[in-house]
């Protein structure tokens, strides 16, 4: 197996998949880089280096540097996607899904059922996002429980190199509307990849710890901060069942289950704002289906209630960390 | 003209179904069968296929938020319509989509739309995906004069003109955008082909009322779209004969508009005068014409009142292919 870090994990994927399906076509803002400047064709290749090579070898036709414009990028998406094509659109920053949620929210995500069933549109948004490199408000933030509320669109979230290669794989081989959320601290993870073809089915969790005593359920780089404070509180003996959700949208809910049945302690980790959140929602799902198997309340650690702020201390607080995971496992140990 | 005798009679056939459907559901719409909001294209048939005439089901269009004459026009089947909008299970779209959202794309019809302004950025993908085809296919986004004034068509036409899609922006400037009149909302000079214009792409005007002119004027545009020189755009000056939506009183009217309309910017009344004039036609075929039309018309609401409605149990498919 192949080492890579993520960034590479899904330009390698972007390559290999497009030069298999000539139906595939790339299109975001500076996904080429320096189109039409004197600087040439593929000055850039993405801001976030993910898309460097694709220009130089599939050529202006499939690889479409576009305006700054993301109601137009997604909903060329969504026509493309209509027309036979497999587009991969990029929004930067996910925090432009508001520039461009019409076409995500009433479009995409509802073209097949309200069409009845006649369509699909096999469209791939990936949507870089989180804190972590003092971005603030507009450039910061993590959309994907807005986006998982939508019926019609499937949320992905890779942690490790070698699932941003599988579920990119999958939402390319699949035929529904995809969100593709690449938490933008954490392209430089280095992990092994598997060789050849290597898909990762969505709505099915990974167990990243097996430890007995709480549930931990994590997704995107809240999994990293998961392992860290599992390490921490394994030191002490306690033994942290580590979820990586990899989907929101499917939900492994009963990797979820199965695991606070056990260990009757649930901690749900989201980097986002805490109401109508992630967390929030699978605190419900708990509360509703694992009533009697808890022995505490279920912890949710989120950011506050605010939009997240500039400075390196705020964001820091703002932020979800290892050490509020491990507070909140201690406390519930200590809850009776 | 060159139109042959067959062509004539069928444009004439498609304006009359558009205009005998709408009708139709104006009546019905009053007995409170059919649920929901139904915005209705009648007056502006000679826009719709005068613009699809031209088009093979190979050729892609998105509609608007009024789109039963665009379905129509591009060959969808009016009985699956009809019961569409009774809200049928057998509907063009299982009873899920209901007037606003009819699509078939066994037509190249990508869907009408409940979002003004939402379609055109999405006939722009429609036109990259027909361009790396190669096979000389394009997308038609219809937009009215309401649409004109959304961002999303700005940033479609700009993004059309960059990539050189072979994408067609038909606005249908029917004068109204909901309630408020185009001499209010449309700033500036008026002339919503100028706006196309200042994207860099050819624009074309024509009268919307007139089945010919709308017909010559698009094949001058398909022709300069279809030799590769990217996007264009048509606006085509068209009336509405009802309301926003049924049901509106249409106050916003002046005294005596909608009888004038009725009586000197009928596209159908213009066309069979056109042909009546020329002697191109016999005026008794359109006769007959209406009436083979009628008896559809009869067909397809009585069948569509007569159809079982959705099982409930099924409220929840189709959201995904696979989940």
Sequence with gaps: ?336 | MQLSREELVGAYRRMAIIRQFEERLHEEIKTGEIAGFTHLYCGQEAAAVGVCDHLTTEDLIVSTHRGHGHCIAKGCDVKGMMKEIYGRRDGLCKGRGGSMHIADLSVGMLGANGIVGAGAPQAVGAAIAAKLDGKGRVAIAFSGDGACNQGTTFEAMNLAVVVKAPAIFVFENNHYSEHTGVDYAVGTNKDIASRAEAFGMKAWRANGCDYFDTYETMRDLLEYVRAGNGPAAIELDTERFYGHFEGDPQRYRAKGELDRLREERDCLKAFRARVGEAKLLDLQLLDDVDAEVAQLIEEATSEARAAPPPDPAHVAEDVYVDY
């Design chain 1, 1 to 336: 197996m192949a080492v890579m870090n993520i960034r590479e994990a899904i330009n390698k994927t972007l390559m290999d998949e497009m030069e298999r399906d000539s139906n595939i076509i790339v299109l975001g803002e500076d996904v080429v880089g320096g189109a039409g400047t004197a600087g040439g064709q593929e000055a850039i290749g993405g801001i976030w280096g993910t898309t460097p090579g694709l220009f130089a070898k599939f050529g202006a036709d499939r690889v479409i540097d576009t305006p700054i414009s993301e109601s137009a990028i997604i909903g060329a998406a969504a026509g493309a996607a209509l027309a036979g094509k497999r587009p991969v659109a990029e929004l930067m920053f996910a925090d432009f899904v508001g520039v461009s949620l019409d076409q995500l929210w009433n479009q995409m995500a509802k073209f097949r059922y309200m069409f009845g069933g006649k369509t699909t549109c096999p469209a791939v948004v990936r949507l870089i996002y989180g804190a972590g490199m003092n971005a603030a408000a507009q450039h910061s933030q993590s959309v994907y429980a807005m986006l998982t509320s939508m019926p019609g669109l499937k949320v992905v979230l890779p942690a490790t190199p070698a699932d941003a290669k599988g579920l990119l794989t999958e939402a390319l081989r699949g035929d529904d509307p995809v969100m593709f959320f690449e938490h933008k601290a954490l392209y430089g993870v280095k992990g092994e990849v598997p060789d050849g073809e290597h898909r990762q089915r969505f709505g099915e969790a990974r167990m990243v710890r097996e430890g007995g005593d709480v549930t931990v359920v994590t997704c995107g780089r809240m999994v990293g901060f998961g392992e860290k404070a599992a390490d921490k509180l394994a030191a002490e003996g306690i033994g942290v069942d580590l979820i990586d959700l990899r989907t929101t949208s499917p939900l492994d809910e009963e990797a979820i289950l199965d695991s606070v049945e056990a260990t009757g302690r649930l901690v749900v980790v989201d980097e986002s704002p805490p109401r109508c959140s992630l967390a929030a929602d699978i605190a419900a799902i708990v509360a509703s289906k694992a009533f009697t198997s808890l022995k505490a309340p279920p912890a949710m650690i989120t950011g506050p209630h605010s939009p997240i702020p500039f400075a390196r201390e705020l964001e820091r607080a703002w932020v979800p960390s290892p050490q509020k995971i491990e507070d909140a496992v201690r406390q519930l140990l200590a809850f009776r």
